[in-house]
Nanobody, 128 residues
Framework: QVRLVESRGGLVQTGDSLTLSCETSGRTSYDYNMAWFRQAPGKEREFVAAISGNGYETWYQSSVNGRFTISRDNARNTMYLQMNSLKPEDTGVYFC?????????????????????WGQGTQVTVSS
């Protein structure tokens, strides 16, 4: 059984940085693509970033491109999301997601229906 466990998020201020991690168990890393989604209060869950199983390809939502960096360490079965220059609109519950190959993107976005496994989510709050 695949299990995805996110690290604890936190409360930060505008402009701060925060790194989330997601540890995978029960699944080989190299053919398992991964992504981050988030859900702001009162809004639908949205795609944030994705990374291919081998780590060579990445995709970002336009609002985070240049500020967030997704990466993975397959030896540790762990994926990361480095978030810099955080804004209040980045507030939400961040979900780790696992996607079996092939990874299908539409306009550079991974849609929820492509996700096979979800983490439990972790809260990130950015104060103004």
């Amino acid at each position: 059984q695949v299990r995805l466990v996110e690290s604890r998020g936190g409360l930060v201020q505008t402009g701060d940085s925060l790194t989330l991690s997601c540890e995978t168990s029960g699944r080989t890393s190299y053919d398992y693509n991964m992504a981050w989604f988030r859900q702001a209060p009162g809004k639908e869950r949205e795609f944030v970033a994705a990374i291919s199983g081998n780590g060579y390809e990445t995709w970002y939502q336009s609002s985070v491109n240049g500020r967030f960096t997704i990466s993975r360490d397959n030896a540790r079965n762990t994926m990361y999301l480095q978030m810099n220059s955080l804004k209040p609109e980045d507030t939400g519950v961040y979900f780790c997601a696992g996607i079996e190959s092939p990874l299908i993107t539409r306009g550079g976005i991974v849609e929820e229906e492509e996700v096979d496994d979800w983490g439990q989510g972790t809260q990130v709050t950015v104060s103004s």
